[in-house]
C-alpha cells in the first residue's frame, strides 16, 4: 500500500511552499515477485519425476534448494522492495 501527505504553504502573493511525504510498501510486506520456474526432469521418457524440487522424497527441506541463490523449482527468488520514504519540498512563485 501506498500513500502521500501534502500540504501547501502560501509564503505570499501567488508564492507558495508545498511539503510532500510518501510512503511505499507502508506496511513492509515481503510480496512474492518471483519464483523458480525451471523444472528439471529426470529423462523425456520420464516426465513425471522432478528432480530440482526444494525437498526430499521424505519430505524434508533441502537447505541447498530453499534459498534464493540456489533455489529448486517454486522456492522464492525475489521479493518487492522494503518499505522506503521520501520527502519533497517544492517552492513556486
Known amino acids: 500500500m501506498d500513500i502521500a501527505l501534502a500540504r501547501i ?15 511505499f510498501n507502508l506496511f513492509n510486506q515481503a510480496g512474492i515477485i518471483a519464483r523458480q520456474t525451471q523444472m ?7 516426465p513425471v519425476t522432478i528432480t530440482n524440487l526444494p525437498f526430499d522424497a521424505a519430505g524434508n ?3 541447498a534448494r530453499a534459498k534464493p541463490n540456489g533455489a ?13 520514504l521520501q520527502f519533497q519540498a517544492r517552492f513556486s512563485f
Not at 528439471?40 to 520420464?46: A, C, E, K, V
Open 9 to 23: 504553504f502560501k509564503v505570499g502573493g501567488n508564492r507558495t511552499i508545498q511539503l510532500r511525504a510518501d510512503v
Open 40 to 46: 528439471n526432469l529426470t529423462s523425456p521418457s520420464d
Open 61 to 63: 527441506v533441502i537447505p
Open 72 to 84: 529448486g523449482f517454486g522456492v522464492a527468488t525475489d521479493y518487492q522492495p522494503a518499505r522506503a
